[in-house]
């Protein structure tokens, strides 16, 4: 089965820096999709970005970006010029590229992320 | 412009009670799931479906049921409320393709005292 792991519960940032978050997950499959959700104070699960296995290239949304190392198993998200609105709990999840996976994500813990003015 | 929509969002039961999650999506998803979050668990998947008619069990099924007899609505039946189900639930949708994105519900907080 696989495992996701978001190993610091809490972080800060000042607002206009840069923080990244971190995500590790374990799988024996090759072909998979990572995801990072956004979970504001109204909990509404939001989508931030998302990246296929298959690709190198990492992908990037605005002032989101992650830093995918498939070998490490490592999927880390990195905020820009952090905004008061970023504040929110983040959590990364797997969902499998194979039949009788593919229906559902896997998440991790999540992580508080506060940004202080 | 509706997406996926749960009700109720707020619910109080007793223990022993029993009440039915409504979860709607209007975009003819095939896929749809439920989850439990819990504090510092994550989101933990109950049950799914990958279509009308078809559902299974998910990490943690047990106190819960669900079917699915139309591709629009997957309702999550609590049979016997316990403590232990105190937790925010949401529902979620998704196309079956592979990279598709999991539109969530806006969940329903719901204490079992």
């Known amino acids: 089965a696989q495992t996701v792991t978001q190993s610091q519960p809490e972080m800060s940032v000042q607002e206009a820096e840069t923080v990244t978050l971190s995500c590790t997950y374990d799988t024996s499959e090759s072909d998979y999709y990572l995801f990072w959700y956004k979970q504001p104070p109204s909990r509404q699960m939001i989508l931030v970005i998302r990246?296929?296995?298959?690709?190198?290239q990492n992908a990037t949304e605005n002032r989101f970006s992650v830093n995918f190392q498939k070998a490490a198993k490592s999927f880390s998200l990195k905020i820009s010029d952090s905004q008061l609105g970023d504040a929110a709990m983040y959590f990364c999840?797997?969902?499998?590229?194979?039949?009788?996976?593919?229906?559902?994500?896997?998440f991790g813990k999540g992580m508080k992320l506060t940004v202080n003015p | 412009n509706a997406g996926v929509t749960q009700t109720p969002k707020f619910q109080v039961l007793k223990t022993g009670q029993s009440m039915t999650l409504q979860c709607a999506q209007d975009m003819n998803h095939e896929y749809m799931s439920w989850y439990r979050q819990d504090p510092g668990m994550g989101l933990r998947l109950i049950h799914y479906s990958v279509g009308a008619g078809i559902t299974d069990q998910g990490e943690v099924p047990n106190g819960y049921n669900v079917s699915r007899s139309t591709t629009e609505d997957f309702p999550l039946r609590l049979l016997s409320a316990a403590p232990s189900q105190t937790s925010v639930y949401f529902c979620a949708s998704s196309y079956s393709t592979f990279n598709s994105e999991a539109f969530f519900g806006q969940g329903t907080r719901l204490t079992v005292v």
């Open positions: 990246q296929e296995a298959y690709k190198q």
């Open positions: 999840a797997y969902r499998s590229a194979n039949e009788g996976g593919s229906e559902k994500l896997v």
